[in-house]
Each structure stands twice: as C-alpha cells, then as structure tokens.
C-alpha cells in the first residue's frame, strides 16, 4: 500500500521553505494536486502567489510554465499555432506555454473572455485543440491561476463556465509578524525557492492521485455533500448555485484530506473543512444580497451552521 500521507507531506514541507505560515493554503494546494484539479489563488500582490506555483511545480519534478495574461493576448498565445516552414513547405505545429505539466496562469483575470477560453478544453479535458488536431497535455496537469481581488481596471471577470473548472478557490493572505520577520531573514541573500529540490518523484505522485480513489466514503457522506450542494441553489442570498461539479470536487477532496490525515475513510469534518474553498467560487450572489456584501463564503458557512451533521450508523 502506498503512503500516500508521506508522499503529501513531504510535499507539503518542501513547499513550506518558501511559503512561510500558511500551512492551512498550502495543504489544500496539495490537496488539489492529489485529486488532479485546478487552483485559483485569489488575493493582493506580493504575498507569494508565484512562489506558491513554482515550488509546487519543483517539489514534484514537473516542467512548469508561466503565462503572464494581458488584455492584448491571444488564444494561440496559450495553446500554440501552426507556422508554415518553407523549407519542408509544411505546416508545423509550436506549442504554447499551456503545454506543461503545471502552468501559472498569472493574472487570468486581465485577459478577454476570449483567451480565457482558451483554457476551458486544457482544464477539463485536458487536451488541446489546434488546427483540427488535438495534442494531449503531459500529466500531471494542473492550472494554477491568480488574480488580484481589488483592482477591477483594464479586468475581465471570469465567466462561470471559467470558474467551474477550478477545483479550488484560496487566499494565501499577508504573514503574521513574526512569519515575516522569519521571511526577511530567509531572503536576506537568496531566494528559497533557488534551493528548493524535488521532494517526490511524478511516478510516486501518480500513484498517491490513484490511491486517494480507493478512500471509503460512507453513504450519509455522500448525503450530507450532495445536500450541501443542492442548499447552495435553494439559498435566498443566492441567484445561482454550485453545480454537480462542485459535488464531485468535495467527495474526491474529501478523500485526498483523509489520506492526508493517515486516514482510510472520509468524516463528515472533512466535509465542512473543504466546502467554502470547494463551493464559494461556483456560487454567484443574487443582486439583493450583493448589495449588502454578502460574501459566498457566508453564505457556504450559513448553509454548514443550519444544515444537520450526519451522525454515526448504528448496526442492529
């Protein structure tokens, strides 16, 4: 059996020499690379959004690419383009930088709706369509996205459809004092990150992303997410709710974190500890409600205070 709660941890620990004091962020970042989802890091600049990206991406040994999102960017700029070659007078096929394993998608936020699009099939199928051809992305592939929550100049909020295929939703947020004086220190000659090795091998991540699919979840788990789901569309703060999709986010998450715990079984704390990662994203807040700010994570949490907890099965 493999150990799938060392082999996260240790990614967990190597990611931590750079990222200093927000264990909880960088867990679910792990989290959502064992269940082969996607992140989307929400918050201001210069709390280590990038340096969260690349050390994921070396702790694990993957190619990593950056793509720096501008108004003025193209959909070929993501997944690449056909150039015609006069010497072989064909047509050949240069990949753009979405063909790697984990891409930092800086920035989503300022590119128009159409080159966002761009990474709808990336995301979900994880494939690219070029041309009429389609080029498969090398696992483990995993879209890592920011934007920055407070400027709304020269942004394009992204679309639903967009927002659905991230997995999860996190805020790193600014240090505590004494993490930032550690992180003063750390930095005093060279970036961390300049040091950080690879921590698992992508063979040994592979087969913890297998493992995890064999966690149980007991039935009145299942219930219990399903109908915290189904409360996000029935809610009276709410225009539109999560989808299935958020759903099958939890139960696979679900299991990742059990793993994670050195457990073989899902508990309905699992449940409650991913829902407002897993679920506030996906729901969009109706207009009444948004004019008194209210945020979905509220409501995630309103739903979790008046929704009962399943308890334990008593066999006759």
Known sequence: MIDVQGIANRIVDNIEQVI???????????????????MLIEDVPGVGKTVLAKAVARSVGCRFQRIQFTPDMLPTDVTGVSVYNQKTLEFEFRPGPIHAQIVLADEINRATPKTQSALLEAMEE????????????????????????????????LPEAQLDRFMLRIQLGYPEKSDEIEILDRQQFVHPIEH????????????????????????LIKEYVVDIVRQTRMH????????????????????????????????PD?????????????IIVGPAARIKDVEPSAIVQDILDNLAVPGAQVNA
């Open 236 to 267: 009276p703060d709410v225009y539109l709710g999560s989808s299935t999709r958020g759903a099958l986010a939890i139960r696979r998450l679900c299991q990742a974190r059990s793993a994670l715990f050195g457990r073989d079984y899902a508990l």
């Open 196 to 219: 950080i090795e690879q921590a698992v091998s992508v063979e040994e991540l592979a087969e913890a992303q297998r493992a995890i699919q064999d966690i149980y979840l007991d039935d």
């Open 126 to 157: 994880r494939q690219v369509t070029v041309d009429g051809k389609t080029y498969p992305l090398e696992p483990p592939f995993m879209v890592l996205a920011t934007q920055n929550p407070i400027e709304y100049e020269g942004t394009f909020p």
């Open 270 to 282: 699992d449940v409650k500890a991913l829902a407002e990662p897993a679920l506030s994203h996906r």
């Open 20 to 38: 200093v004091g927000k264990r909880s962020a960088v867990q679910l970042t792990v989290l959502g690379l064992l269940c082969q989802g996607h």
